[in-house]
């Protein structure tokens, strides 16, 4: 028995295989108007290893002077693309929130690829919930309590499973150990897709 941190939900194969391969379709679209970029920390420039994109009103972005929302991707200058209905249809029926989310973060992970423990803190709208889609190659995800230094659990996601931060997990610290290479066929060359609908604004 996996026992999670309070108020985390884990959805094992929400989306079945043509759900994920539709949504796999969205999301190339998405990159073929707003392509992946390499994020930077900010503070040190360095490198993410994940890379990344956004749709929707509002992306989140990394750079040397920090992270934000805006409404334009910071290497193209475009607007972002618009939300999938696929994704803003999801939104509706997993988490009952009565507003759109502005924001889809789209995280791209080669099999060497992770992220470190993190909050989500970014949004001014806490009230909300953020909801995640994991496809492609399974990962090893941790999870934690709202403080650094809590003890974390991790657990594997797979392709179709859904997380979703709310409530008293919405600032639990989270992050992605490691990928794990050839455990789905969904995407032809490997690796992962992360996809997180957020609300931003109050
Ligand atoms: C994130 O926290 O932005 C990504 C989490 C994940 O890849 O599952
Ligand atoms: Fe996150």
Redesign the pocket.
Do not use: A, I, K, Y
């Given at each position: 028995m996996l026992v999670l941190p309070k108020g985390v939900r884990h959805i094992p194969g929400h989306l079945d295989r043509p759900e994920q391969q539709a949504l796999v379709e969205d999301i190339r679209a998405v990159v073929r108007e707003a392509p992946l970029y390499r994020p930077e920390m900010p503070r040190s420039g360095k490198p993410l290893s994940v890379r990344m994109t956004n749709c929707g009103d509002l992306g989140w972005v990394a750079d040397k002077t920090g992270y934000r929302y805006q409404d334009r991707h910071p290497v193209t200058g475009s607007p972002w693309p618009s939300m999938p209905d696929r994704l803003i249809n999801l939104w509706e029926e997993l988490t009952g929130y009565t507003a759109p989310p502005q924001a889809c973060?789209v995280?791209f992970y080669n099999t060497s690829a992770r992220?470190g423990l993190h909050q989500?803190r970014d949004e001014t709208d806490l009230a909300a919930p953020v909801l995640?889609v994991?496809l492609g190659d399974a990962?090893l995800?941790r999870i934690g309590g709202t403080e650094r230094g809590q003890p974390t659990r991790s657990f594997r996601?797979e392709s179709g499973d859904i997380v979703i931060l709310g409530g008293e997990s919405r600032l639990a610290f989270?992050g992605?150990d490691r990928i794990y290479p050839t455990t789905s066929t969904l995407l032809k060359d490997g690796g992962r897709i992360?996809l997180?609908l957020r609300r931003v604004t109050a």
């Open positions: 973060l995280n992220m989500d995640s994991s990962c995800f996601l989270h992605v992360n997180t």
